[in-house]
C-alpha cells in the first residue's frame, strides 16, 4: 500500500513568487494535515482539511491557503513567497478525523525562498 | 490550550546503554500523546502512542512510554541504543475536544546521538 507522497520533493523559488505543493493520502484517508517544519521553529500546524472542507488552520497569514479535491488529495499554496517560509512542508493523513488517530506523513517538500 | 515540553534538545548515550527522552505535556483535559521520530531528510514516523487504554505503552522498535498523569509525563525509554536509534524524536499531543480532529501540537524535538 502506498504511503503519503507529496511533490515536489524539493524546489527553490523566489521571494515574492508564488508556489504550490501538492500532497496525495493514503487511500481511504479523508483528513489531510499540513505542517510546516522550519529552522528553529520547529513543526508547526497549519491547516487540516477533512472530506473537502478546511477544518482548522494554524496562526499563519492568509497567504498559506489550500483546498482538498474529491479524491482527497490537497494542495498547499503560498503567495508571495518570504525568506522565513523556506522549510520543510510536511502533509500527514489520518483514516477519520477522531483525535488520537494516527496520522501517517509523507517525506515532506523543501521549500528554499531566495 | 494543550503543549508538550522536551527537556534536552540533544541526548547522547552510548550503543548499548538506555535511552531516555523526556516529555512534559500540559493540558486541560486528558490529551492524547505521541513520540515520533525522524530520520535526516525524512518525514515523521510513529513510535507510538497513548490513548488510555494503558499507561505503558510499547512501540516499534523497541521503544516504550509510560504515562504518568500525576507527573504529567510521557518519557520515552529504551532499554539498549543502537546506532540506528541516531534520530530527532518528537513528542506531540492532540485532544479530545469535539470537531478539533488530530491537530498535533509538537515539542521542540530531541536530537539523540548514540556513540560507539
Known amino acids: 500500500e502506498a504511503g503519503v507522497t507529496q511533490s515536489p520533493t524539493h524546489l527553490i523559488k523566489t521571494r515574492g513568487q508564488q508556489v504550490t505543493l501538492r500532497c496525495s493520502p493514503i487511500?481511504?484517508?479523508?483528513?489531510v494535515y499540513w505542517y510546516q517544519q522550519a529552522l528553529g521553529l520547529g513543526l508547526q500546524f497549519l491547516l487540516w482539511?477533512?472530506?473537502?472542507?478546511?477544518?482548522n488552520r494554524g496562526n499563519f497569514p492568509p497567504r498559506f491557503s489550500g483546498r482538498q479535491f474529491p479524491n482527497y488529495s490537497s494542495e498547499l499554496n503560498v503567495n508571495a513567497l518570504e525568506l522565513e517560509d523556506s522549510a520543510l512542508y510536511l502533509c500527514a493523513s489520518s483514516l477519520g478525523s477522531g483525535g488520537g488517530t494516527e496520522a501517517f506523513f509523507g517525506q515532506g517538500t523543501r521549500l528554499t525562498v531566495v | 490550550a494543550q503543549s508538550v515540553t522536551q527537556l534536552g534538545s540533544h541526548v547522547s548515550v552510548s550503543e548499548g546503554a538506555l535511552v531516555l527522552l523526556r516529555c512534559n505535556y500540559s493540558?486541560?483535559?486528558?490529551?492524547?500523546l505521541f513520540w515520533y521520530v525522524q530520520y535526516p531528510n525524512q518525514g515523521l514516523q510513529l513510535l507510538l502512542k497513548y490513548t488510555s487504554a494503558a499507561t505503558l505503552v510499547k512501540g516499534i522498535n523497541g521503544f516504550e512510554a509510560e504515562f504518568k498523569k500525576s507527573e504529567t509525563s510521557f518519557h520515552l525509554t529504551k532499554p539498549s541504543a543502537h546506532m540506528s536509534d541516531a534520530a530527532e524524536y518528537f513528542c506531540a499531543v492532540s485532544g479530545r475536544l469535539t470537531g478539533g480532529g488530530n491537530k498535533l501540537t509538537f515539542g521542540t524535538g530531541t536530537q539523540l546521538k548514540v556513540e560507539l
Open positions: 482539511y477533512d472530506e473537502g472542507e478546511e477544518r
Open positions: 487511500s481511504g484517508h479523508t483528513s
Open positions: 493540558s486541560s483535559v486528558p490529551p492524547y
